[in-house]
């Protein structure tokens, strides 16, 4: 059987996001690998370095407002919303990896004004 990449291409062009997912998922499943970008490690690795450059946002509590934290975390990531509503869900849930200081604390406050707990790394 030859590889068409053409073929592949053209349906996945026409797949759902969720189809996506599930391909993405099985495909780390099969081969043992991760569509993570690896943005924690670069930061990690700079571990003696004075001034912080990067932080993981962190949603310690989601708040009353299930629904607008949903919405919240779907805007910040453009996670689906089966994703966002499992990390909000799943509290403590690291919502962005890596983020500059700035990032993160607009993140914050977008998370705080819907009622959420929010703790930068």
Do not use: C
């Not at 912080?52 to 453009?78: M, N, Y």
């Not at 869900?89 to 700035?102: C, L, M, Q």
Request: aromatic content about 2%; proline content about 2%; charged content about 30%.
């Amino acid at each position: 059987m030859a590889f068409d990449k053409d073929a592949i291409i053209a349906s996945l062009k026409e797949a759902s996001i969720t189809d996506l997912n599930d391909l993405v998922k099985g495909i780390e499943d099969e081969f043992g690998v991760s569509a993570a970008a690896p943005v924690a490690a670069a930061g990690a690795a700079g571990g003696d370095a004075a001034a912080k450059d990067s932080f993981d946002v962190e949603l310690t509590e989601s708040g009353d407002a299930k629904v607008k934290a949903i919405k919240a975390v779907r805007e910040i990531t453009g996670l689906g919303l089966k994703d966002a509503k499992g990390l909000v869900d799943n509290v403590p849930s690291i919502i962005k990896e890596g983020a500059t200081e700035d990032e993160a604390n607009d993140i914050k406050e977008k998370l705080e004004a819907v009622g959420g707990t929010v703790t930068l790394k």
